[in-house]
């Protein structure tokens, strides 16, 4: 099984907990051998749910959305990044080159094209930039990707 993962960045502690328990759940439902996390490993919900993969045994493709994308991302999150990248078993690149909106959602549509199932990290609400979470969820949507909604109830963004 092929899960893509999108979500909402800067979480707090108390959601992202949740989170992590919620992706923890989904994850240990698939036997490791079978289990392909697809993520683009930004910080939040898609560093998560390929550390959770890949501790339940599974294997991890990363997508780089654009050739700056690593610089784009927090200082503090670049080790983890890296660290993510070199374990990937496959690397996708969009092959554009500056970090924008537009190369995160060719981020996403390649996450989407290579997953059985998308789970989405979002609240529900449209996306704050094009690119966000609600965009990656409307392009599954569109087709015709099965998407599991993972929010903790009563959780909200900042």
């Given amino acids: 099984m092929r899960l893509g993962i999108t979500g909402h960045r800067g979480l707090s502690p108390e959601v992202e907990a949740r989170v992590r328990t ?3 759940r989904a994850v240990a439902a698939y ?5 392909v996390a697809v993520s683009c490993i930004a910080d939040g919900p898609d560093t998560w749910f390929a550390e959770v993969v890949l501790d339940h045994g599974g294997r991890l493709e990363a997508v780089v959305p ?3 994308y690593r610089a784009s991302l927090p ?3 670049q080790p983890v990044y890296d660290g993510l ?3 990937a078993t ?4 969009t092959g554009i080159k500056e970090s924008t909106s537009r190369a995160h959602q060719a981020g996403s549509e390649i996450v989407v094209s290579l997953a059985d199932q998308l789970i989405a990290v979002w ?3 449209p996306a704050r930039g094009h690119g966000g979470t609600a965009d990656a969820v409307a392009y599954a949507h569109s087709v015709g990707l099965p998407i599991r909604v ?3 109830d009563g959780a909200a963004r900042d």
């Fill in 66 to 68: 654009a050739d700056d």
């Fill in 22 to 24: 919620g992706l923890a």
């Fill in 90 to 93: 496959e690397v996708h690149h």
């Fill in 31 to 35: 036997a490791a051998e079978d289990l």
């Fill in 75 to 77: 200082d503090w999150h």
């Fill in 123 to 125: 609240d529900g609400q």
């Fill in 150 to 152: 993972l929010w903790p």
């Fill in 85 to 87: 990248l070199a374990r």
